[in-house]
């Protein structure tokens, strides 16, 4: 067998962000299957703004925005009466590019969720230990939870740069207020009261030229707004769009959100030349399976199932296989 042929930083930037948007078969209900006309739509509305493949593009810009010691946030979480402890869908994403964060730059990482989602976010962060070659986390990511009330989180995001000053803001799978401040799923239901209210934050960090990244897949999440509506309205009195008006510097669009974080993980990894800034296939399957003994469940299929919106771990873990493939295969001189 002939050895892989070198690959240009452009080409590998284009692959990535193919790579996460494979549109798969799926187990999740047809109203909620993201078509793959529609990922293509979202996904070259994103590329339009940004003007460059996503993953590479979001991940050159952290590795301008972040040096040694600072903070970065990390929001993620989804809370309903049908998934009260969160999804499998945004913690795994937020975890893969903490670590991957905290071990490129000696970042300090605080990852925000709902206190709800806390206790399994914890459960699947402690797989990090055995990552990196025995680097670990260093004791440089913590785990906390944030408001729900929309004046209570405007007074924390302010706290946040009065006291912090975090380098940049990144949101993964976080679904966020249409343009009449109603957050939405993509069943177009009001989820508005038990969400951790994060899209405060992207707001003050706008206004301070802070840089924002926001990972999604559907449109109705942090950081996607201003690039498409999801078809159809909501389920509820607004009567508005599904999709989420918040946007970001550098939106990430890919099949599950999870992907997206993975891509832009990966993207640190083959820019710093540093393969095990992603995690590995084995990590994948440890990390949903903590995720779903804590609580945690497809947030389309809304079973305790090892499984990102539909798609059963094995799609899950071949993916993370091959981004590991694509950040090993030699760099073109």
């Known amino acids: 067998m002939s050895a892989a042929r070198p690959l240009s930083a452009a080409a590998r930037a284009e692959l990535l962000d193919r790579l996460v948007r494979l549109s798969l078969p799926s187990q999740s209900p047809p109203a909620a299957t993201q078509a793959p006309a529609a990922l293509s739509a979202l996904y070259g509305a994103a590329r339009a703004r940004t003007r460059g493949p996503l993953a590479a593009g979001a991940a050159r810009a952290l590795l301008r925005a972040v040096t040694p010691g600072d903070l970065v946030l990390v ?22 590019l903490a670590r991957a964060l905290s071990l490129s730059r000696r970042a300090r990482v605080l990852l925000l969720t709902e ?42 995001a302010r706290r ?27 069943y177009g239901e009001d ?63 890919a099949f599950s959100s999870n992907w997206g974080g993975y891509a832009v993980a990966a993207a640190l990894a083959a820019g710093l030349g540093q393969p095990c800034l992603l995690h590995r296939p084995t990590s994948e399957g440890r990390m949903l399976r903590r995720l779903v003994r804590a ?39």
């Open 115 to 156: 206190p709800a989602v806390v206790g399994p976010l914890r459960a699947a962060e402690a797989l990090a230990a055995g990552e990196g070659g025995g680097n670990g986390w260093r004791g440089q990511v913590e785990i906390r939870g944030f408001p729900s009330d929309p004046d209570e989180a405007q007074a924390a």
């Open 295 to 333: 609580g945690a469940v497809d947030g389309l299929t809304r079973r305790a199932a090892l499984s990102v919106d539909g798609a059963p771990l094995a799609v899950q873990t071949a993916l993370v296989a091959l981004l590991n493939a694509l950040v090993r295969r030699p760099a073109q001189a």
């Open 191 to 253: 989820v508005t009261a038990s969400q951790a209210r994060t899209d405060r934050l992207f707001g003050v960090a706008r206004r301070r030229g802070v840089l924002t990244v926001g990972i999604g897949d559907r449109g109705n999440e942090i950081g996607l707004g201003g690039l498409r509506s999801p078809g159809g309205r909501c389920r509820c009195p607004c009567r508005g769009p599904i999709a989420c008006a918040v946007p970001a510097d550098r939106p990430v669009v």
């Open 160 to 186: 946040f740069w009065q006291t912090e000053r975090p380098a940049a803001l990144l949101s993964v799978e976080k679904l966020g207020p249409n343009r009449r401040g109603v957050i939405h799923t993509m």
């Open 75 to 96: 929001t993620t979480g989804l809370v309903t009466p049908a998934i009260p402890a969160g999804e499998t869908d945004g913690p795994p994403g937020a975890l893969v």
